[in-house]
């Protein structure tokens, strides 16, 4: 009787700590704010963490999930191709930003995003231009626009400056919190 007592306190105790609420109804479960369990997590602020830990395979599939379940919005088509432009496939993440960018022009970080990417396809004279409309897009807000810009300006000017070259810098930026660099190797 003892023994059938203990299993059926474990199991009450096993099944309470499986709802939402753990066993009790605090916010401190082992879910995000607001989130009910593990079919209800937002992708893309999955997608950002592991953006945020340079897991970017792992952040391309958290972003898909999320375009699957809100569609293809501009959010979802700048994280898809922020994703892809760390994982190195610049043609892919260049055609998901220009997508970013069609669906809604004022989204700063789409355009300044497809610049970095043409900034490291070598086409700097439409680089310049996108961070242009990144940066006015944005009002003139973003520290990281104007500082690609100004990059981008520089090498428009001084197209041989090896130094210039070895020096850049490019600001990768998502929406939210947080800023992804996308940085040139440079000389030690």
């Given at each position: ?71 293809l ?22 055609r ?33 231009e996108?961070?242009r ?22 090498k428009?000017e ?31």
């Amino acid at each position: 009787m003892q023994i059938k007592r203990t299993f059926l306190g474990l199991m009450m105790l096993t099944l309470a700590a499986c709802t939402t609420g753990g066993l009790n109804d605090s916010t401190d479960g082992v879910f995000a704010p607001g989130v009910s369990g593990p079919g209800n997590v937002d992708g893309l602020i999955v997608g950002h963490r592991l953006m945020a830990a340079g897991e970017y395979e792992l952040a391309l599939k958290a972003y898909n999930r999320a375009a699957a379940q809100q569609g293809l919005n501009v959010d979802t088509l700048s994280a898809i191709g922020s994703a892809n432009l760390n994982l190195g496939r610049l043609g892919q993440a260049e055609r998901w930003l220009r997508r970013a960018v069609e669906e809604d022009p004022t989204f700063p970080p789409a355009w300044n995003n497809l610049g970095v990417i043409l900034m490291e396809r070598g086409q700097v004279s439409e680089a310049s231009e996108v961070f242009r409309r990144g940066f006015a897009a944005d009002n003139g807000n973003s520290d990281e626009i104007r500082d690609n810009l100004r990059l981008a300006l520089a090498k428009l000017e001084n197209p041989g400056d090896t130094e210039l070259q070895e020096n850049q810098n490019f600001n990768l930026i998502r929406r939210g919190a947080g800023d992804f660099v996308l940085m040139s190797e440079e000389p030690l």
